[in-house]
Nanobody
Framework: HVQSVESGGGSVQAGGSLRLSCAAS????????MGWFRQAPGKEREAVAA???????WYVDSVKGRFTISKDNANNPLVLQMNSLKPEDTAMYYC???????????????????WGQGTQVTVSS
């Protein structure tokens, strides 16, 4: 299922920052895990950052030290703070969530069963 939940995308120069939010009513409540994925034209969708309901956090190696995922509790928006952006970060960014079961692998697309419509992030040199 796809919902309009993401906001905060835009165009910035390399080294800039953006803050993405996933905050549709009901989408971020009582989830087993939530994550951010991205997809550039002609490329596969890949996991960027994720967290589960007990505080486990995962990042893809390419964003460690630059991106931060956060959520105070199950009722708060999921946020991705992106700093020191690079042109290779350019992509459509999607918020994803799993509503039941257990999140065995936070970095796997098939773990999630609810998806947002995406927000575009463009980073220029």
């Amino acid at each position: 299922h796809v919902q309009s939940v993401e906001s905060g995308g835009g165009s910035v120069q390399a080294g800039g920052s953006l803050r993405l939010s996933c905050a549709a009513s009901g989408f971020t409540s009582n989830r087993k895990c939530m994550g951010w994925f991205r997809q550039a034209p002609g490329k596969e969708r890949e996991a960027v950052a994720a967290m589960d309901s007990v505080g486990r956090i995962w990042y893809v190696d390419s964003v460690k030290g630059r991106f931060t995922i956060s959520k105070d509790n199950a009722n708060n928006p999921l946020v991705l703070q992106m700093n020191s952006l690079k042109p290779e970060d350019t992509a459509m960014y999607y918020c994803a969530a799993r509503g039941g079961g257990y999140c065995y692998d936070l970095g796997r697309r098939q773990t999630y069963n609810d998806w947002g419509q995406g927000t575009q992030v463009t980073v220029s040199s």
